[in-house]
T-cell receptor
Framework: GAGVSQSPSNKVTEKGKDVELRCDPISGHTALYWYRQSLGQGLEFLIYFQGNSAPDKSGLPSDRFSAERTGGSVSTLTIQRTQQEDSAVYLC?????????????FGPGTRLTVT | SQQGEEDPQALSIQEGENATMNCSYKTSINNLQWYRQNSGRGLVHLILIRSNEREKHSGRLRVTLDTSKKSSSLLITASRAADTASYFCATNQGAQKLVFGQGTRLTINP
């Protein structure tokens, strides 16, 4: 079946603009994660959704970042008033089961460049 | 801060040789996972080892876990050019999120 998809694959925006990044998880996967990867670095956790539970937002770096997941499927990560330090690859992942580190399936990522 | 730390940061070997990468972590874990990343984009899950396991094999991959030393190693045997990638360890500490290390950049020279 189809894997995790993300759009756009690349986004260039001017400093101060808002951006929306989209993630379509694998059908039937209950858990969805957003990570950020700066150039040459490891992945930084941003936010986690599980079913109808309140999301774990503990990784969001500032209140300019927000995310939602509609209908338990598609998720949108929104960055308001983008800054140059927001430039990174934003990766989405989903997993079938939420518990205790089930294997996560990653999308190809969105490369965000803030000029 | 990153939980897992890979060592070395970069590794370059000849095709056919074995590649060993290490990962250290700081707190108790439920499991440890290794992922591969090509060209800075999506990650591919390689193997998961649970905290009560000491060694696990998958094809040319061998993972060990030493919870007393809070460390893990990934061995790739008989390396191929296609193994060139970045390799990350990730730990799960009871919460749902994974905490990733900085990665090891592996280059296989033909």
């Amino acid at each position: 079946g189809a894997g995790v998809s993300q759009s756009p694959s690349n986004k260039v925006t001017e400093k101060g603009k808002d951006v929306e990044l989209r993630c379509d998880p694998i059908s039937g996967h209950t858990a969805l994660y957003w990570y950020r990867q700066s150039l040459g670095q490891g992945l930084e956790f941003l936010i986690y959704f599980q079913g109808n539970s309140a999301p774990d937002k503990s990784g969001l770096p500032s209140d300019r970042f927000s995310a939602e997941r509609t209908g338990g499927s598609v998720s949108t990560l929104t960055i308001q008033r983008t800054q140059q330090e927001d430039s990174a690859v934003y990766l989405c992942a989903s997993s079938l089961l939420p518990g205790k580190g089930s294997e996560q399936y990653f999308g190809p990522g969105t490369r965000l460049t803030v000029t | 801060s990153q939980q897992g730390e890979e060592d070395p940061q970069a590794l370059s070997i000849q095709e056919g040789e074995n590649a060993t990468m290490n990962c250290s972590y700081k707190t108790s874990i439920n499991n440890l996972q290794w992922y591969r990343q090509n060209s800075g984009r999506g990650l591919v899950h390689l193997i998961l080892i649970r905290s009560n396991e000491r060694e696990k094999h998958s094809g040319r991959l061998r993972v060990t876990l030493d919870t007393s030393k809070k460390s893990s190693s990934l061995l790739i045997t008989a390396s191929r050019a296609a193994d060139t990638a970045s390799y990350f360890c990730a730990t799960n500490q009871g919460a749902q999120k994974l905490v990733f290390g900085q990665g090891t950049r592996l280059t296989i020279n033909p």
